[in-house]
């Protein structure tokens, strides 16, 4: 009997120590806390090694289950910051990025960024502008050049942001900022040996922009997320009778989807200027007053984009381009973005430069470019 007592003593005290150790592994509260002390009760069995051992078994089969963790719900980066100063994180989108519309994607002012693509191209058109003429007086080039209609172009544009936060300084991710930007274009007729290879013409534009976030659903899956206002004077720079040159208030807002399709849309008033100084003044009904650029990303290697300018008037003016832009280069890295472009462009209408800009060409453009994007 006294052994059937110590062996039912044996197993009340295994029970409980069982029932102690579920208790503790099953307590949330205790997943993070040191061994639950059923390991004591087993150790108080020393009258019965058998079931001491048995009971230290089914402890240690206790504490080897799994402990099974909540879910940790992925990053979702919308107007959200953990990582502050980055505008080539790729965790943000592409609009974000190129106007650092968020802390996130905010990399401080006076940086120097790219802002139109930096290129170098080969250029080959159906007709090239032999005898510049504007409706101005005094704006017809004296005498025909024997320009080629092929030459080589040369596009440089950077831009920096001078301040930010005029009106989102209360808000923790959103980032307003005020941009100083220059860009210029010229076309170098490399080709022409017999005229001492001139640069047949430069243009010239600097600009004042404010860019404003914003978020905004539309259909379709599409996000509006910026507008904004700027300030652009374009000129080539030259004397008369080449004298070309006008000022616009361009209002623009840039939409964009599934980190693919990216719309920038633009309207603009032209500045009103003396008769007698205006150089060219059927400009806005030849080159436009509306421009809509939409770009594919089709994968991380190339994007195609169009490009529409018209007039806004009845008797249509403008023009259309369309480009490919193939990705080269990277330095071998997991992450790596190489800004480096086949740049392949195809332009038809109005405005290809300011000294073209009465001239309807179509241009073939082929050549590298560097992007900030």
Not at 258 to 279: C, H, I, M, N, S
Not at 302 to 307: E, Y
Not at 309 to 328: D, F, P, T, V
Request: proline share 6%.
């Amino acid at each position: 009997m006294n052994g059937i007592s110590g062996s039912s003593a044996a197993f009340a005290l295994v029970l409980s120590a069982l029932a102690t150790a579920a208790k503790a592994q099953n307590d949330p509260a205790n997943t993070a806390s040191p061994p639950s002390p059923g390991w004591q009760q087993c150790s108080a069995l020393t009258g019965d090694s058998v079931m001491r051992l048995r009971c230290f078994d089914q402890w240690a089969a206790q504490q080897a289950r799994p402990v099974v963790l909540p879910a940790v719900a992925p990053v979702v980066i919308t107007m959200t910051a953990p990582e502050a100063h980055n505008c080539k994180n790729p965790k943000f989108s592409e609009l974000s990025r190129f106007w650092e519309l968020e802390a996130g994607s905010d990399c401080g002012t006076f940086g120097i960024r790219g802002y139109q693509p930096i290129s170098l191209s080969w250029i080959g058109s159906d007709s090239v502008n032999l005898q510049p003429a504007s409706p101005a007086p005094d704006h017809t080039a004296a005498a025909a050049q024997a320009f080629k209609t092929t030459e080589m172009r040369i596009g440089l544009s950077i831009r920096t942001k001078i301040a930010q936060g005029f009106l989102t300084q209360n808000e923790p991710f959103r980032r307003d900022s005020l941009w100083f930007a220059y860009s210029q274009q010229s076309n170098w007729q490399i080709f022409s040996g017999d005229l001492s290879r001139p640069f047949r013409t430069t243009d010239h534009e600097p600009e004042l922009i404010y860019i404003y976030p914003l978020e905004a659903t539309l259909p379709w899956g599409w996000q509006l997320r910026y507008a904004g206002v700027s300030a652009s004077h374009q000129s080539n720079g030259q004397a008369l009778p080449l004298s070309r040159s006008w000022n616009r208030t361009v209002l623009m807002a840039g939409l964009e989807k599934d980190q693919k399709f990216t719309v920038q849309g633009k309207l603009w008033y032209r500045a009103t200027e003396d008769p007698a100084d205006d150089d060219n003044p059927d400009i806005s009904d030849l080159i436009g007053r509306a421009e809509l650029a939409g770009f594919w990303k089709a994968n991380a290697d190339h994007t195609l984009g169009l490009t529409l300018r018209h007039s806004l008037r009845a008797e249509s003016k403008g023009s259309i381009r369309l480009e490919w832009l193939r990705k080269l280069g990277g330095n071998g890295f997991s992450g790596s973005n190489s800004g480096l472009r086949i740049h392949t462009q195809l332009f038809s209408g109005y405005g290809d430069s300011l000294v073209d800009y009465n001239r309807q060409r179509t241009v073939l453009s082929v050549g590298l470019s560097l992007v900030d994007w």
